[in-house]
């Protein structure tokens, strides 16, 4: 009888533990992809968007899969939508990259030396 019960434990542990495993490793993610829209209002064209896109690749991890790329521009309004990995970079990271690239982009302005090197159909247009 003793035995009995002993192997019932043993069968119940085994099945607990696979359950477990299976549980763990179904909520483990690799990637999450997401589309954002980035208001860049100084993108106003082909060639200002192809500067963005590169900046935007440049923080791509290589070893990973789904790199971030542009899905769709409105040059009117400087809306820029960018399909990205969260696991790998965040919306912040994306501004970040396209702010240094010369670009004001969400909360963060557009870096200077940056933005004097651009294309002059790129280059913001300047304050009063």
């Not at 003793?2 to 119940?12: D, P």
């Not at 290589?62 to 040059?75: A, G, L, Q, T």
């Amino acid at each position: 009888m003793a035995l009995m019960k002993t192997r019932r434990i043993e069968q119940i542990a085994t099945f607990t533990g696979v359950i477990a495993a299976a549980a763990f490793l179904a909520g483990c993610r690799v990637s999450d992809v997401k589309e954002a829209t980035i208001t860049a209002p100084d993108v106003r064209n082909e060639a200002c968007l192809k500067i963005v896109s590169q900046a935007i690749a440049a923080i791509h991890i290589p070893s990973r899969p789904n790199p971030p790329e542009v899905v769709s521009v409105n040059f009117n309004t400087g809306e820029i939508v960018i399909r990205y990995d969260s696991m790998q970079i965040g919306t912040k990271n994306i501004e970040y990259a396209i702010a240094q690239a010369g670009f004001a982009a969400g909360p963060f302005p557009a870096n200077e030396e940056a933005a004097s090197k651009l294309p002059s159909e790129c280059r913001a247009a300047p304050k009063d």
